[in-house]
């Protein structure tokens, strides 16, 4: 069973410019979660889809950030503008359905310069 | 504020040292409880949960986790660390009562010297 994938695994971009993060979740998994870490610190929630819905998005830092998940199956997390504080670890996790147990992907680490 | 603290940060042991890493956390009432462990390289993985049952669980790779509701603890235990465990250990909090999110602590990184 392949696991959670995240693209790309390195992103380095100038302020300002505009970032795509891709997640493609365990296949069958309805919760899809974003998390980020900035350097240090602990890891934080952002948001959380159920199939193609955004259940929580209490953790979204501002309106730069939009998180989208077409049809419920992978989702793309966008940043526009970056700015410095933007740079750290962007996790993805998925979940089956009534399960608390999240699989994490590899990471997509941002910088911004 | 509601939090989970890991007041270990950084950790150096010897091979078949004993570990024990502790976390607290701050929500009341009824929560999941996780620790995630990130090898070099790799990505998070979990290492061990608990739900409800036994306070004592265990988890992959010999570790064992207590849970203390008095206390508001769920610390790692692993009573003979390896080379192989060097690794930064995160525990997990979910307060079930409304969300499915996981909220972490600041984790502690572990360095195993043969």
């Known amino acids: 069973e392949a696991g959670v994938t995240q693209f790309p695994s390195h992103s380095v971009i100038e302020k300002g410019q505009t970032v795509t993060l891709r997640c493609d979740p365990i296949?069958?998994?309805?919760?899809l979660y974003w998390y980020r870490r900035v350097m240090g610190k602990e890891i934080k929630f952002l948001l959380h889809f159920v199939k193609e819905s955004k259940q929580d998005e209490s953790g979204m830092p501002n309106n730069r950030f939009l998180a989208e998940r077409t049809g419920g199956t992978y989702s793309t997390l966008k940043v526009q503008p970056a700015e410095l504080e933007d740079s750290g670890v962007y996790f993805c996790a998925s979940s089956p359905a009534l399960s608390y147990e999240q699989y994490f992907g590899p990471g997509t680490r941002l910088t911004v310069t | 504020a509601q939090s989970v603290s890991q007041h270990n940060h950084h950790v150096i042991l010897s091979e078949a040292a004993s570990l024990e890493l502790g976390c607290n956390y701050s929500y009341g009432g009824t929560v999941n409880l996780f620790w995630y462990v990130q090898y070099p390289g790799q990505h998070l993985q979990l290492l061990l949960k608990y739900f409800s049952g036994d306070p004592l669980v265990k988890g992959i790779k010999g570790f064992e986790a207590e849970f203390i509701k008095s206390k508001f603890s769920f610390n790692l235990r692993k009573p003979s660390v390896q080379w192989s465990d060097t690794a930064e250990y995160f525990c997990a909090v979910n307060p079930s009562y409304n969300t499915d999110k996981l909220i972490f602590g600041t984790g502690t990184r572990l360095q195993v010297f043969p």
């Open positions: 296949s069958g998994h309805d919760n």
